[in-house]
């Protein structure tokens, strides 16, 4: 058995078992609920939910007025939130590639949260809880129509769209873009995964140097890079595993975003980007 479709095995075999209550404290938690799985035993968690602590700023994108902050969560996550135009955003990322991401845009609201093997999605008082090992097509169907028209999510797509060049190597353009990613798939861009993946592996074996950043945050990014590069290379050969109408695929998009995400935490660990304590 190849390795990418071993550790998507395992991932779906053992999800029901590191799944119990909700693993996010601050704002996110309080404005969705219990929207993900907690994987026990990796992360203490309080029984209080604090507020979230705005930081201070750490980034801004001028050409899609975008405004970045990190802050540190009480349970060892990183939080980066976002303000552009009417789109806000809230992205909570644990050391093993769980998270949850919350988007608002006026009155519509919608958050996504993916644990090992358990896909949560939310929009207003509609939502869709999935086991991703047992998915089938009517079940992504059923994401696909809560997410359809949703104006925050469009204007994610978009803000990741237009992102600087230089902010797409940073913790905050890189968190967008495999944010838009996940989304797109599952709004039924099915080809939003791969795309993501071959943008940087073309990147990495053409690779332009940039002034925009000194040595160590090259590193950092090039690690990163690296790994989001061997993430998709077994996306590829998971997916090619399943013949292409196989519900089972959707599993390898999880795999990777698992992987992705992890691989973001890492980035902003090693990047050293201020962040306040909440």
Known sequence: ????????????????????????????????GDLAPQCVGVFKTSAVTAPAVRSVQVHHDAQANATFFFSVARDGAARMTMKAGDLEVEKTVYADGRFQLVLQAGNDRMSVALGAGLLDV?????????????????????????????RALRLLRTLAFNLEPATQRTPAGTAVMSSDAVLGFLDGDVAAVARLGQQMRAARQTRIRTVAFDEGEKDCYKTYEALVVRAADEYDACRHSFYWWDPRQ?????????????AWFQFLGCSAVPMKTE
């Open 1 to 32: 058995m190849r390795p990418a479709i071993k550790k998507a095995a395992w991932l779906v075999g053992v999800g029901a078992l590191l799944m119990i209550g909700p693993p996010f404290a601050g704002s996110a938690q309080a404005a969705s």
């Open 250 to 262: 959707q599993a390898c998009i999880f795999v990777w975003t698992l992987e992705v995400e992890s």
């Open 122 to 150: 939310q929009r207003g008082n509609r939502r869709v809880r999935l086991d991703i090992g047992q998915a089938s097509d009517d079940d992504w169907l059923r994401v696909k129509t809560l997410l359809a028209g949703s």
